[in-house]
């Protein structure tokens, strides 16, 4: 029976370490949030948001906007937070209403307030960085969950076969990056891939996040892996699952994460450790 890797738990520990080190800054960390509309899904991520920033003592506010914004009125309150200095962090919620271009917005964001890590300068500082490097100020999110949950448990990434299944900008990209950093050797799967199951029977660490209701199943597991679930997917009876078959695939793993309560709540906390170490450089307005 695997070890359960209790994301839960990791980030309340990593909030109430922040809290702590919050303490002894003479600027409180700010976070701001923009919603456009009113998606369900980011409305449950954005209250769980605002819980952290209030567990950990930080600033945060939320502009929740009407789905009929325009994308000139974004721009707009982007440039506004950008000089205000009790914020350190701005995420623009995703998706957004069709009519607005989502490129447009997150190029638009200041790059030193980017604590999601989605301006192409910031995806440029990961792609360029070399081991021994300087830690940077900010990785994105979800994949920085995954690596700090590897962290915690004790898993050894150097010279292991880490396989991705999934290819997106916001996990499978920049986690390859970051395994590669640590000296994995690392294999993307996607929709292409030709014999999907033997491909992650080679893998000591399987990370999925394709957004594929238990996708991955025991048979494609060798015993012994660390299996990292990322995705969450609604059944038609309401409950949530992963991208990975939890009860069977348990079985043969050595570690596993469960979703809900996984990756999830890892998110969070890496966004407010961002907005942390943001605050530590800007330090106070200029």
Do not use: W
């Amino acid at each position: 029976m695997a070890i359960l890797i209790d994301g839960k738990k990791i980030s309340t520990d990593i909030i109430n370490e922040m809290k702590v080190e919050c303490e002894k800054l003479k600027v409180k960390p700010g976070l701001v949030v923009i919603v456009v509309g009113e998606d369900p899904a980011s409305a449950v991520y954005v209250r769980n948001k605002e819980k952290a920033c209030d567990t950990a003592n930080f600033y945060h506010h939320t502009y929740r906007l009407p789905a009929s914004t325009t994308e000139e009125e974004i721009l707009l309150l982007l440039k506004e937070i950008e000089k205000d200095c009790k914020v350190h962090g701005v995420i623009v919620q995703l998706p957004l209403p069709k009519h607005i271009n989502e490129e447009k917005i997150i190029n638009s964001i200041p790059v030193d307030k980017d604590v999601d890590c989605f301006h192409p300068f910031n995806v440029g500082k990961l792609l360029t960085k070399k081991k021994g490097d300087s830690p940077l100020l900010c990785a994105p999110c979800t994949p920085a969950g995954v690596m700090e949950l590897l962290d915690r448990y004790g898993v050894d990434i150097a010279g292991k076969h880490a396989v991705i299944v999934g290819r997106s900008n916001i996990v499978g990209k920049p986690l390859s990056l970051m395994l590669l950093n640590r000296d994995a050797t690392v294999t993307i799967c996607h929709s292409r891939t030709e014999d999907l199951a033997s491909v992650i029977r080679s893998a000591d660490i399987v990370v999925a996040a394709v957004g594929v209701p238990k996708l991955v199943r025991a048979d494609m597991i060798k015993d012994g892996t660390v299996v990292i679930d990322v995705g969450v997917n609604r059944l038609p009876d309401g409950k949530l699952c992963g991208d990975v078959d939890f009860e069977k695939v348990r079985e043969k793993a050595v570690a596993i994460t469960p979703v809900p309560g996984g990756v999830g709540p890892m998110t969070i906390a890496m966004l407010l450790r961002n907005t942390l170490s943001m605050a530590k450089r800007q330090n106070s307005c200029e």
